[in-house]
């Protein structure tokens, strides 16, 4: 659960890099994070993570720009 939520923070700036202002109090910005119960050697945990949490946020920041520049077509 600790690792999804590292997962699920650093994802969010995938928000930041495409959404300017982000976290308005008027906007319905969220993000939701799934395990598959799968379980990595406690060396790999903490690299995994991170890299996931990079991997989300990017996904997320292209995903963004990608629907905004297709809604404008």
């Known amino acids: 659960a600790s690792e999804a939520k590292r997962v699920a923070q650093m ?15 008027f906007d319905g ?13 406690q060396e790999k945990r903490a ?7 990079e991997l989300a946020a990017s996904t997320l920041s292209r995903a963004i720009a990608r629907g905004v520049f297709e809604a404008n077509r």
């Open 29 to 41: 910005d969220a993000l939701f994070v799934m395990s598959s119960g799968r379980i990595a050697s």
């Open 47 to 53: 690299i995994l993570v991170a890299r996931i949490g």
């Open 11 to 25: 994802a969010l700036s995938g928000f930041s890099r495409a959404i300017r202002p982000v976290f308005a109090p």
